[in-house]
Every structure is written in structure tokens, then in C-alpha cells.
């Protein structure tokens, strides 16, 4: 298992704009998809975002066009840049580390949308 820890969440107003980051411990982050998910108040658990060891990149329908994921393999570290940010993306974010067996969590970081 790897330890991750996501940071960057907070209040913004409607239309702003954020940036989430998921440290991870380990040697094995480049080899890892990483992903970002989101839990709404009353809602299940949703895919945002995902990130593979090749960079390549899928997006829920709801973030295209708004959100982008990224990783920098040398600090062991993925983003998530949200912009143009809805009172809707209100929401406890969390990282996600897949690889083989290996399924690992943070502990989530709030962000909220509201003006």
C-alpha cells in the first residue's frame, strides 16, 4: 500500500478555480493509475478523473472541458486543476492509487463552491 495525502481543497466562489494535489509515499507512484474521485453530501462516491502510468488521461462527463488531471512522477505527486468551478463540484475530494492488488486511499480534502 502506498500513503497519500491530498491538500489544495477550500472555499471558492462559482466560476473559480482550485488546484488539488495528492503526495504519495513509495517507489512505486510512476507505475501506479492514479485517480481522483468525489463524494457530494448525501451522494455516493464518483469517478472524477483518472490518470495512467502513460499519461493517459479519462474525465467524467460533468469535469470535461473544466477539470484536468495531471502527475509529476519525480515529486511522487498528482494534480487536479479545477476550474470554472460549480456550486454542483461541492464535494470531499480523494485520491485514489491503483496498481495490481494495490488499492489505496486519502483521506479526502473539502472543497466548496459558494458565493
Known amino acids: 500500500q502506498v500513503q497519500l495525502v491530498e491538500s489544495g481543497g477550500g472555499l471558492v466562489q462559482p466560476g473559480g478555480s482550485l488546484r488539488l494535489s495528492c503526495v504519495a509515499s513509495?517507489?512505486?507512484?510512476?507505475?501506479?493509475?492514479m485517480g481522483w474521485y468525489r463524494q457530494a453530501p448525501g451522494k455516493e462516491r464518483e469517478l472524477v478523473a483518472t490518470?495512467?502510468?502513460?499519461?493517459?488521461?479519462t474525465y467524467a462527463d460533468s469535469v470535461k472541458g473544466r477539470f484536468t488531471i495531471s502527475r509529476d512522477n519525480a515529486k511522487n505527486t498528482a494534480y487536479l486543476e479545477m476550474n470554472s468551478l460549480k456550486p454542483e463540484d461541492t464535494a470531499v475530494y480523494y485520491c485514489?492509487?491503483?496498481?495490481?492488488?494495490?488499492?489505496?486511499w486519502g483521506k479526502g480534502t473539502l472543497v466548496t463552491v459558494s458565493s
Open positions: 485514489n492509487a491503483q496498481l495490481n492488488a494495490m488499492d489505496s
Open positions: 513509495g517507489s512505486i507512484f510512476r507505475l501506479a493509475t
Open positions: 490518470i495512467f502510468s502513460g499519461f493517459r488521461t
